[in-house]
Nanobody
């Protein structure tokens, strides 16, 4: 049974940085695409960033140049480095794992984490 556990969320001021981590267990991590989604207050869940098995990355337009997704297959962990945070980045951030690679059209996943809250104050 695959389990995804996020960490690294918190309350920061606008312009600050955070790094989210997602530790995976129970599967062969290197065989999966990994991604980050978020759901803000009163909003639908949206795709934020994804990384394929081979390391290709895609991003939501509004986070390009500010967020970087990376993976460490030796540690079964995916990261989301978030810089220049804005109040509109406030959301619960979810880690996702899927055997398929959807690129920027990613909307579903085989497995989800429970989420970590990111709050950016102005």
């Amino acid at each position: 049974q695959v389990q995804l556990v996020e960490s690294g969320g918190g309350l920061v001021q606008a312009g600050a940085s955070l790094r989210l981590s997602c530790a995976a267990s129970g599967g062969t991590f290197r065989l999966y695409a990994m991604g980050w989604f978020r759901q803000g207050p009163g909003k639908e869940r949206e795709f934020v960033a994804g990384i394929s098995r081979s390391g290709s990355t895609v991003y939501l337009d509004s986070v390009k140049g500010r967020f970087i997704i990376s993976r460490d297959n030796a540690k079964n962990t995916v990261y989301l480095q978030m810089d220049s945070l804005k109040p509109e980045d406030t959301a619960i951030y979810y880690c996702a794992q899927d055997r398929a690679w959807y690129g920027s059209t990613w909307s579903r996943a085989d497995y989800w984490g429970q989420g970590t809250q990111v709050t950016v104050s102005s």
